[in-house]
């Protein structure tokens, strides 16, 4: 627990019983829900030995309980007392129109929509059903590791496009990435939007450009929109409020497992208007026998975008201070470490260049010195190997605390 001296130099402000506190300051039980991001079998698999009372920002995974409404609807279905084979309702349907219209303001047609078994498995279905061994597709880097993944276990080759750095911001270099597709012909391009690792949110002019590439080399535009619900600063661009012409090029895979903290449920889908990319994908779907959503991951979606906005926005604006609070502290008291303005979700991109160290020793020595797991950003495919990701989804009492670890093991360093 934080002393009142630490509180004082982090500035958070001292719990009083006339201050009702946020619900988000409650955590949820990591240890039995059997989570990978709190178990430290798990984590020492990955980090090595690292203290017992670690504490964990690395894996993409928020400590805070998913909607009250959602917890509510699966102890209804419990109460059931069955749980049988299931089908896309035209409650789920609905659902996820009303939800992107509120969301992101586009219009969604009900045919566009396929269900999927959670986004990574849907990438390597992409990459079955649009590649062969021996193709290639391109993403930008560094980049969540799964789409180099996706397209290396089924023999494809992997284009690497590297994000540019302007005033301490990713831009895509639009000349390299045309140069490349113009050389090694990918068949896919995968886009995430806003991106991870960064939580930059691309805007339209850069989403058109991108667009208009792939369009004129006839590269299909493969765009994962899962963080597109936790908007820190500025306003998200979803890929679907683009010309049609550019969305008739694209498939767009979304869920509302990293919005409402539901990812064990494995639940996702796409949107993609048009019918010829739509139907080669869900032939792929077909032959992988992936038809019908399971009880808990159909009513998740359901409940959670029809009842849950006031959670989602309340939950935004808890992650937006907490992000500001690790901005502050990095600032003051760890300035060899350059924290990268972040657009959207809760993971946080910090350059390790000035101090001196890799960001695979940082991450080590951070686990193992100071007590805080945190993500190597080598792991991001390539051009992540100087920077670090820090997952703020948890309290703000265990943030302040693993910040104040972070300051104490800075100043063991002096």
Not at 243 to 272: Q, V
Request: hydrophobic share 40%; net charge negative; glycine share 4%.
């Amino acid at each position: 627990m934080l002393s009142c001296k630490d509180r004082e130099a982090l500035r958070l402000p001292t719990p009083s019983a006339d201050l009702q506190s946020s619900r988000f300051d409650e955590l949820a039980d990591r240890i039995s829900d059997k989570c990978r991001k709190w178990d430290m079998k798990v984590i020492e698999s990955r980090f090595g030995p690292v203290p017992a009372d670690s504490i964990p920002m690395w894996i993409a995974d928020m400590d805070f309980k998913s909607p009250p409404a959602v917890t509510r609807k699966f102890s209804e279905i419990i109460s059931w007392g069955t749980f049988s084979y299931t089908h896309c309702i035209d409650d789920f349907y609905e659902a996820v129109i009303n939800f992107q219209a509120r969301h992101h303001k586009v219009a969604v047609e009900r045919e566009w929509i396929t269900l999927s078994y959670g986004t990574v498995s849907t990438l390597h279905y992409t990459v079955q059903a649009f590649c062969q061994p021996g193709d290639s597709i391109i993403m930008n880097t560094p980049v969540y590791d799964p789409f180099a993944k996706a397209a290396e276990r089924q023999g494809v080759k992997v284009v690497a496009n590297p994000l540019a750095l302007n005033k301490g911001r990713y831009r895509i270099d639009l000349a390299k990435l045309e140069e490349q597709i113009i050389s090694h012909k990918p068949k896919i391009y995968f886009l995430c939007s806003p991106h991870n690792p960064s939580g930059r949110i691309w805007s339209q002019a850069e989403l058109e450009a991108v667009a208009d590439i792939c369009l004129r080399h006839q590269v299909l535009m493969m765009v994962d929109e899962v963080h597109a619900e936790h908007i820190i600063h500025g306003e998200f661009v979803s890929f679907l409020a683009l010309e049609e012409r550019y969305c008739n090029n694209m498939m767009l895979m979304s869920s509302p497992n990293k919005a409402f903290n539901l990812g064990g449920l494995k639940t996702s889908y796409s949107i993609i208007p048009n019918p010829q990319i739509r139907n080669r994908f869900r032939a792929r779907l077909e032959q992988n026998s992936i038809t019908s959503p399971n009880v808990f991951g159909l009513w998740g979606i359901i409940t959670a975008y029809n009842e849950c906005d006031a959670w989602l926005a309340e939950l935004n604006l808890y992650l937006r201070e907490n992000y500001a609070l690790l901005a502050r502290y990095f600032r003051e008291n760890l300035p060899d470490f350059q924290v990268m303005p972040m657009d959207a979700s809760y993971l946080v991109w910090v350059n390790t260049k000035g101090s001196g160290m890799s960001a695979s020793e940082v991450t080590r020595r951070w686990a193992v010195e100071a007590g805080v797991i945190i993500e190597d950003g080598s792991h991001y495919v390539s051009d992540g190997e100087e920077y670090v990701r820090i997952n703020i989804g948890t309290s703000r009492q265990l943030l302040g605390e693993a910040l104040q670890r972070l300051g104490r093991w800075a100043q063991q360093q002096v």
